[in-house]
C-alpha cells in the first residue's frame, strides 16, 4: 500500500479483531515498524475512521512519545483501499514490540500476576482514561483485556518497564455521547 507518506508492504497476518485484520509491515523508506489495521468490510469502516480521527486529535503524528502520549498507540497514516470487494479503511500504527495484551497476560498466568503486578497495571489503565476524559472529553468505550498492553522487558532499565497502552479507540465518543 503506497500513500504520500511511505509504501507499506503487507507482510503477515498478525492478528483478527472483531473490526479489523492486523497485518505487520515495515516502511521502506526507513524500516519502521508498523502494523496496518484493515477494516474487515466496507460497512464498518465508520468505527475505523473514528480511531484514526480519535488518535490524531489526542497523539498527533509530529508529537514525541513521551508524557501521557506513552499511553496511546502512535498512528502513522489513515487512508482507503478498494481491494476489488469494496472500499476499506487501513489505519497504520506503529508497532508495539514486547508488549503483550492482558489476554496474553491472564493466558500465561492461569493463577494470576503477583498482586503489586497488578496493581501497576490497574493504576496505568486509570491514568489513561483519567487523561483521555480530562483533557481529550473522550470515552474509549470498549476496554477489554485485548485492548490493554503492558510492556516486558529483561533491561531491568529500559524506561517503558511497567509502561500500558490503551489500544482499539474505534469505539470512543465524546464525553455525553452515545456508544455505538
Known sequence: ITTKKGTYPLLSKIASGDLTDVY??????????LVLKVSKDSSINDLVQ???????????A???EEGMN???PHLVD??????????????????LTNWHSLER???AYPAGVKFEHAVWMFNRVLEILAYVHKEHGIVH???????IVVFASDAQTDPRNHGAKLLDWSYSVPIGEKLK
Do not use: C, W
Open 24 to 33: 505487520a509491515s515495515e516502511r521502506k523508506s526507513d524500516g519502521a515498524q
Open 105 to 107: 497476560v491472564r493466558a
Open 141 to 147: 468505550g470498549a476496554i477489554t483485556p485485548a485492548h
Open 70 to 72: 506513552r499511553y496511546l
Open 78 to 95: 489513515t487512508l482507503q483501499i478498494n481491494d476489488g470487494s469494496g472500499i476499506r479503511t487501513v489505519n497504520i500504527l506503529e508497532r
Open 50 to 60: 473514528v480511531e484514526s480521527r480519535v488518535l490524531s486529535k489526542m497523539f498527533p
Open 62 to 64: 509530529e508529537a514525541a
